[in-house]
């Protein structure tokens, strides 16, 4: 089966599944037969596919868009850049300390730094750096985290396929085959914003835990945030007990706030991790901390390994000097955070309107919304969310123009190109696809 509203999406999914398996580049990016994207541009807040179909987009790739879409503040000192740098020379520049002295600018918690590719690449040299320097292997992670594709992070609570009544927790699942059972020995799971469970989990294994690893406010499970006491914990349990406390911020670095997730709680961990919201949407990712932390970073024996070939390029770099910059003087955050409530507000009246129970988690500009009374405090309570509406009604939405991910699990991300978004076109939208979704 194809979309006959989509001749071109389908002629390029056809040659694509020539190409690559499931005919995408990213198995996420794979909807379907029907609705997978192909995209042909991108302009501010929009993106528009293989057919012409414009979206208002706020799935933003994941949350890198931070600005919007081909902002030309960036991508002309991109282009200058690279035109009279080039790209890599394998060799150190000026625009690494540049940067790394922006983000110590708005980033309190950085005292020294080092880059990365992804978000994947910057955890693994968090983890890595933790281990090194408290010279333990154990890692607590939090249920409904996602800290990247390497083989130790793709477990996960497998609370798709838990019964929530048989009072047991979730299984631990592999994110599929070709996971090394071995890569899981030294992980430890947490359901977030349980006191129980980390102190069960430091009392039987506290020695030896290298580090917790959490994203602050899950931008991997609706926004779900950790609450200010929990984290307050969290800080003490890794002081008492020689561990570190790393924050995964590749969601939340640079667009909850100027320092991020810490700002908010003005708490402050030992290693944070960067990436998307960081460079508009360029790969730029990082990693830093305490710089005696850090400092472990060293080429002898007792020190831990860190490089590669495109670390610091001159792509990423100047992308993340222009992008922090404008966040740095801008009211970009107050803008950011003013349109995503008003958009709470449009969709609160529209599921009100028909007696959809609703919550919001999370900030402004990055909320999540769950079916339901609940306000979920972890991913065991997400379960209990409408999540079957939620994705009728996105599936409704992205007919309809508005372009999302349709799993509850994925926030609306917003970006400073959407102050231009028609209030009253997403209201008339987003009450023509609830009524859709609820009749079906
Ligand atoms: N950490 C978090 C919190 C993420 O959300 C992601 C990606 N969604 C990653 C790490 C991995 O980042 P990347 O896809 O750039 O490797």
């Not at 037969?33 to 057919?51: L, P």
């Not at 790394?100 to 040299?125: D, H, W, Y």
């Not at 996971?179 to 030294?186: G, K, N, Q, T, Y």
Request: glycine share 8%.
């Amino acid at each position: 089966m194809t979309n006959p509203a989509k001749p071109n999406t389908n002629r390029l999914l056809q040659q694509s599944h020539t190409n690559m398996p499931m005919g995408v580049a990213d198995s996420y990016r794979y909807w379907g037969e029907d609705n997978t994207v192909f995209v042909k541009s991108s302009e501010g807040c929009t993106i528009t596919d293989a057919d012409d179909q414009t979206f208002v987009d706020f799935r933003l790739a994941y949350g890198p868009i931070i600005l919007g879409y081909r902002d030309t503040r960036i991508d002309q000192e991109v282009i200058k850049a690279i035109t009279e740098r080039g790209t890599i020379s394998g060799f150190s520049t000026d625009l690494d300390s540049e940067v790394i002295e922006l983000v110590k600018q708005m980033c309190p918690n950085i005292e020294k730094m080092r880059f990365a590719n992804s978000g994947t690449e910057a955890v693994i040299g968090a983890v890595r750096t933790a281990r090194g320097f408290t010279g333990r292997n154990k890692i607590v992670v939090v249920e409904g985290g996602f800290h990247g594709l390497y083989d130790e992070m793709m477990w996960k609570s497998d609370v798709d396929n838990w019964d929530a009544a048989s009072g047991k927790a979730p299984e631990i699942a592999s994110f599929g085959v070709g996971i090394p059972e071995a890569s899981r020995e030294h992980l430890e799971t947490v359901p977030l914003n349980s006191f129980e469970a980390i102190d069960a989990v430091f009392a039987r294994v506290g020695g030896d835990i290298a580090a917790i690893v959490i994203e602050p406010i899950l931008g991997n499970c609706g926004s779900i945030a950790s609450s200010q006491e929990y984290m307050q914990k969290l800080r003490d349990m890794c002081d008492a007990n020689g561990t570190l406390l790393i924050m995964d911020e590749v969601k939340t670095g640079f667009r909850v706030a100027k320092g991020g997730a810490q700002e908010l709680y003005g708490i402050k961990a030992d290693l944070t991790t960067y990436a998307k919201a960081m460079g508009n949407g360029y790969p730029v990712a990082a990693f830093g901390g305490r710089a005696d932390v850090m400092d472990i970073i060293n080429f002898n024996k007792k020190g831990v390994t860190h490089g590669g070939t495109y670390t610091a390029n001159m792509i990423a770099l100047s992308a993340a000097k222009a992008t922090l910059t404008i966040l740095n003087e801008t009211d970009a955050y107050a803008t950011i955070n003013k349109v995503g409530a008003q958009i709470q507000q449009v969709l609160s009246r529209v599921f009100t309107k028909h007696g959809v129970e609703h919550r919001f988690a999370g900030p402004d500009s990055m909320f999540g919304i769950h079916f339901g009374d609940l306000v979920p405090t972890n991913y065991r309570d997400w379960k209990q969310t409408d999540s079957e509406l939620y994705t009728e009604f996105a599936m409704n939405l992205i007919k309809h123009g508005i372009m999302l991910e349709p799993d509850s699990r994925e926030p609306w991300f917003i970006c400073e190109a959407h102050k231009s978004v028609d209030l009253a076109w997403l209201e008339e939208i987003a009450d023509r696809s609830m009524a859709e979704a609820i009749a079906q």
